[in-house]
């Protein structure tokens, strides 16, 4: 429940946020604060992630906190590393990121490290991991409930209070079911990063924390909403992390900073007690992704949730048991480049194009992919979440009374909430989403017509974004990466190379497809984008995650191969 302040009961917007902010950095242990003269050298860089963290780290945290979640698993289970060992090196790691890029709005190092020496104890008393995710230090998007932490979503109404209400007497024992999972399965929470106020855009910026920038090329955004857990995943300040995803909020921070993810279906892993924007919009609920180093990563912590049996405590998760995949030694692929209406800048299509190249010369089949317009889907998405107004937002804002945020300004330009829809016209959004789906799946099957194998294709490449990264504020179309949310297929982005300023030119002689795709295209600065990730997206079916963590490491060892010829 919220309360609405009143008068002077509470101080001001801002006392609260910067208290908010000193509160957390006395969380980081004095010998673990960086020097001026580090943080800048590091305001001096456009990449502070890789050599320029990994510099200022011991070789004993370097090494550990750059070992893939596999190995340290290997390690954690056989005993050859402690969970303390591995949890203070990647607090360790996440303390130099937080002060280096502002990721962090809530700190549980203290929490992390007493879990830690109890799961060594576990250990030392059974000789066995007290399960498949036994000391996995773990981040999360401040979204979801974790005991001991407070819980913002971005508002600064929310600080110290149960979703806005300072009267609970749960606000520091709440505990999402996600998180109840994780720690059933061995993972440590060390952490919560910063989204954007009210969970509604694609850069993340909030009235507690700030914009975010990208700590791979920091003149660019780190995507939204779930950018900060997107900036700590390419600092690897743990060792994978979990956003929440209802049009692109994971798989946007995930290609923007360089990092790996998957957006499942609806109903495969948790959402239960988890607080979020628009409740009772569940037409296209809002998901848990993974962010993270590798496929490996993914799909080891995907794994391990599934097989705890997630839907025995959550209604909304439907009883699929993990499906080992078996994939043929050939696969088929639907590719785009261009949906016709906004054309990605030229380090997408590079990347893209890598990708193509990749697959065939290792014997795969990649055909052109002509489904129902996506810029369709878009709208169609767009016209039912967003049908109740987005009236949570302004209780929430008024609960401290700071200010929207200005990227969020121009969907509420008079300041109030939209006038919600109609029943009936939500029931006729819901029916032309149902029916976009059905003409999608019968594109997808009518793929099988043109495909060597006569099946239809396993997956279909296509950008995440039109851009590598984002320079704040300039237009993005995001239909290419929402439809995998209207339609509720598993996706992932997979990082394929870098932006090039002298490989991706600006073409000149571009002749537009409309307005929107002249204002993108002009939006490209082939400077300010160098060195930026260039990802892309491998979409799969719906509920076949398995088989897209399978298929997607199928994309990444051919990439790999292509760039060693």
Not at 138 to 161: A, P
Not at 383 to 406: K, Y
Request: aromatic share 8%.
């Amino acid at each position: 429940m919220e309360h609405s302040r009143r008068g002077e009961d509470l101080p001001p917007w801002q006392e609260v946020a910067t208290e908010k902010r000193e509160r957390e950095a006395q969380k980081i242990p004095p010998e673990w604060r960086l020097p001026e003269e580090t943080l800048n050298r590091a305001r001096e860089l456009r990449n502070i992630a890789g050599h320029f963290l990994d510099g200022i780290l011991d070789d004993k945290t370097r090494h550990l906190t750059n070992l893939d979640a596999s190995i340290l698993l290997e390690r954690t289970r056989d005993g050859s590393l402690t969970a303390m060992d591995v949890t203070a090196a990647f607090c360790k790691r996440a303390a130099f990121a937080h002060q280096l890029n502002r990721s962090l709005i809530e700190i549980g190092f203290n929490n992390a490290l007493k879990r830690a020496k109890w799961l060594d104890e576990f250990w030392k008393s059974h000789h066995h991991p007290s399960g498949p995710l036994h000391g996995l230090p773990v981040t999360l998007k401040d979204q979801f409930h974790v005991k001991g932490m407070g819980t913002t979503m971005g508002y600064v109404g929310w600080i110290d209070s149960f979703e806005g209400d300072k009267t609970s007497e749960i606000k520091y024992r709440a505990e999402s079911e996600l998180v109840r999972k994780l720690e059933s399965l061995g993972a440590i929470i060390i952490a919560k990063t910063t989204p954007v106020q009210s969970l509604w855009y694609w850069e993340t910026n909030n009235n507690i924390l700030g914009y975010h920038q990208n700590p791979r090329c920091q003149n660019l955004s780190s995507g939204g909403s779930s950018g900060g857990e997107g900036g700590i995943q390419a600092l690897r300040g743990s060792a994978v992390g979990f956003g929440t995803d209802i049009g692109g909020s994971v798989s946007m921070p995930a290609a923007f900073n360089g990092v790996f993810s998957i957006k499942p279906s609806a109903g495969r892993l948790p959402t239960k007690d988890m607080p979020n924007s628009s409740l009772g919009q569940i037409h296209i609920p809002t998901v848990v992704g993974i962010l993270g180093p590798s496929i490996s990563t993914l799909r080891h912590v995907f794994q391990a949730l599934v097989s705890s049996e997630p839907w025995r405590t959550d209604p909304s998760v439907l009883p699929i048991p993990w499906r080992e995949p078996k994939l043929p030694s050939k696969l088929s692929f639907g590719f785009m480049d261009f949906d016709g209406v906004v054309k990605p800048h030229p380090p997408i299509i590079r990347a893209l194009r890598m990708a193509k190249a990749a697959l065939e010369k290792f014997g795969h089949e990649v055909i052109p992919w002509k489904g129902p317009p996506i810029q369709e889907a878009a709208a169609i998405h767009s016209s039912i979440i967003r049908a109740d107004g987005n009236f949570d937002v302004f209780l929430r804002l008024a609960l401290s009374g700071e200010p929207m945020i200005p990227q969020l300004v121009p969907f509420a330009p008079t300041g109030q909430p939209q006038p919600p829809k109609t029943a009936i016209e939500v029931a006729q959004y819901v029916q032309n989403m149902m029916n976009y789906r059905a003409r999608h799946l019968a594109y997808w099957q009518s793929t099988a017509s043109k495909t060597a194998t006569g099946q239809p294709v396993d997956a279909v490449l296509l950008p995440v974004a039109t851009s590598a990264g984002l320079i704040p504020g300039k237009p993005l179309y995001h239909a290419y990466i929402t439809l995998a949310n209207l339609i509720d297929h598993a996706t992932l982005v997979v990082p394929v190379t870098q932006a090039d300023q002298l490989v991706d030119t600006f073409e000149k002689d571009y002749t537009p497809a409309g307005e929107l795709d002249r204002r993108v295209w002009e939006a490209y600065d082939p400077v300010a984008y160098d060195g930026a990730p260039a990802t892309i997206q491998v979409l799969g079916g719906r509920l076949e995650e398995e088989k897209l963590l399978a298929v997607g490491q199928v994309v990444v060892d051919a990439l790999r191969e292509y760039k060693s010829l």
